[in-house]
């Protein structure tokens, strides 16, 4: 049986579809990512990383070829399975938070669990308030987003990510908007929940230190993909 967390193949991406102009922004995509696998994404702006990782996350229709999750094809699931398989499988981290600014940090890293429930939970409540503690925002529990730096905003965003125990942790240029310092730190939990849980972690990232960093940097240039060889020290 494959250890594959992600699977793709043949994968195309076209915009425009049925006008005059149509552009082709993913050129046969072959690509796996093995289970508890922690891999760079990287390439120059416009060359369809964020395109690729939100095909990966389920997010968008691939053209052409297809993505499987976890061993399950999503080719020819609808909108109820694609939405349960991401819920099953993957949880997101993005250079912009998209933390509810009304709810404090404990509900927004409550909020998968939630919309997955239909109501918090006890259970819920103690799990985020475990992934709080985990990331270094024991007592900001209450605090909304507006109370937090963005280091720690960003914090809360990885524990939201963690909330249902995802397998795969997709991270669209999760320290692009912070210092070397803070992105240092931001890196380096995303690896101990790497470590430590063995979900496959898949970051686009335009720091070649980060990316030095991973176990592998899987390069894409003008929409396909060019290298996809070991990281630097892979810790």
Do not use: W
Not at 24 to 49: N, R, T, Y
Not at 118 to 145: D, F, N, W
């Amino acid at each position: 049986m494959s250890s594959a967390i992600v699977e793709l193949k043949g994968i195309r991406k076209s915009y425009g579809i049925g006008t005059p102009v149509v552009t082709e922004v993913l050129h046969g995509i072959d690509l796996l990512l093995e289970e508890g696998e922690f891999a760079a994404l990287i390439g120059p702006s416009g060359s369809g990383k964020s395109t690729l990782l939100n095909l990966i996350g389920l997010l968008e229709h691939p053209t052409a070829g297809d993505i499987a999750i976890a061993g399950e094809s999503a080719t020819h699931l609808d909108e109820v399975g694609l939405t349960e398989l991401r819920g099953r499988n993957i949880g997101f981290v993005f250079q912009f938070h998209h933390l509810l600014p009304a709810f404090t940090a404990l509900e927004n890293v409550m909020m998968p669990a939630i919309i997955r429930d239909g109501a918090p939970t006890a259970r819920a409540e103690a799990t985020a308030s475990e992934l709080l503690h985990k990331v270094g925002l024991a007592g900001h529990e209450y605090k909304k987003p507006s109370q937090l730096s963005g280091g720690q905003q960003q914090r809360v965003a990885i524990a939201r990510s963690l909330a249902l125990s995802p397998r795969l942790i997709l991270a669209d240029e999760p320290t692009g908007n912070l210092d070397t310092h803070t992105a240092d730190e931001i890196f380096e939990l995303l690896r101990e929940f790497n470590r430590e849980r063995g979900s496959a972690c898949l970051i686009v990232t335009h720091d070649p230190r980060l990316a030095a960093r991973c176990d592998r940097r899987i390069e894409l240039v003008d929409g396909r993909i060019v290298g996809a060889g070991l990281g630097g020290d892979g810790g």
